[in-house]
């Protein structure tokens, strides 16, 4: 969220000393990319009270965003950091009034509240959330921002109503996954619950239930259930959707271009602020170019012909370096 600034504080004096504090070890911690941010927030966490919130907005109000200040994930943002900038230029780039936009995986509704902006109908912005907690907060974010999105409680995945556990940690959310395992046994925080699956195909055609082209952005954050994911989305594909996607530097298999490739046959290009999206043609050369270590790389594929993949494309000629 650009240019936002906290609005509200919700928690009386406490609250805002809290406030206070986080602030300031993010502006000591920012030359070193908020490295230790984690753990700071941990510490204050359990000496202020766990309902201290507060909440940001852009500069002219149009968009809002609760911040719980025991939350390690979205702290960053109380010191103006701005969250995956090269997604927001290319959201700009491709959302239109008449676009569908699927956002999978989407925690507490940052990028259904950013793609309001561009699409003014809630129906065309679907929030695909599967862990209480963070569908607590999802649906908090809704109502700041007068419904403008609509939330499903599931999670995305190859099929349908197939009952998937999941771990999650109420401040290391960013991490809930029915894949992957972080905790050990018995470590506190650490918790399991379940959901129901739904698939991307099934979302879109609830939305735009015709046959034919349609113009859906899919945003693929599913902590290691891409893969299956995608599986759900092979009529999405045809129809000349749009997928952003990451892959980890700590990954070096590059799981999901991999599939996108040689299993969909898609064309993939990888964003990088300031640069034209580079075509990725092998997964060995995506490697080659993963130079930020221990962080995500964000990602665009759809089939070659696709108009919204072209429409990028074409928005981007001219306006930045290529690689």
């Known amino acids: ?17 809290e406030l206070a504090a986080l602030s300031a070890v993010a502006r000591v911690l920012r030359p070193a ?53 090269e997604i927001e230029v290319l959201l700009d780039r491709v959302l239109s ?31 695909i959330e599967p862990t209480c907690l963070s569908f607590v907060r999802l649906c908090e974010n809704l109502k700041l921002n007068h419904g403008s999105f609509t939330p499903v409680q599931k999670a995305v995945y190859s099929c349908s ?36 699956s739904t698939t991307i195909d099934e979302i879109v055609a609830s939305v735009a239930p015709t046959q034919g082209e349609v113009h859906v952005v899919v945003k693929l954050d599913v902590e290691g259930a891409e893969v299956e994911a995608l599986k759900g989305a092979r009529r999405t594909i045809e129809r000349g959707g749009l997928f952003i996607f990451e ?18 046959a898609l064309s993939v290009y990888l964003l990088r602020l300031g640069l034209e999206p580079t075509r990725i043609e092998t997964v060995d050369q995506l490697t080659r170019l993963k130079l930020r270590p221990f962080c995500a790389h964000n990602l665009m594929a759809a089939r070659g012909d696709s ?17």
């Not at 906290?6 to 609250?15: F, I, Q, R, Y």
């Not at 998937?164 to 395992?181: A, I, Y």
Request: aromatic share 10%.
């Open 1 to 17: 969220m650009q240019d936002h600034r906290v609005s509200v504080a919700e928690g009386g004096l406490l609250c805002r000393i």
């Open 33 to 85: 990319a908020y490295q230790g941010l984690y753990t700071a927030v941990g510490l204050l966490a359990k000496a202020f009270p766990q309902t201290n919130t507060v909440i940001l907005s852009d500069g002219n109000g149009q968009r809002k965003f609760k911040i719980h200040l025991n939350d390690v994930f979205y702290s960053r943002l109380l010191d103006g950091f701005v969250y995956e900038e």
């Open 97 to 127: 009034p008449d676009a569908i936009f699927i956002d999978c995986g989407a925690n507490q509704g940052y990028w259904s509240v950013y793609a309001a902006l561009k699409i003014k109908r809630p129906d065309h912005i679907v929030a």
């Open 161 to 196: 109503d197939v009952d998937l556990e999941f771990e999650t940690h109420p401040q290391r959310h960013g991490g809930n996954s029915c894949v992957h395992r972080r905790g050990k046994p018995g470590q506190p925080g650490f918790q399991r619950e379940s959901a129901k």
């Open 247 to 264: 892959e980890h530097s700590k990954e070096r298999t590059c799981p999901h271009t991999d599939f996108l490739l040689n299993q969909m």
């Open 307 to 323: 108009p919204v993949l072209k429409r990028a494309l074409q928005s981007y000629q001219g306006s930045g370096r290529r690689i």
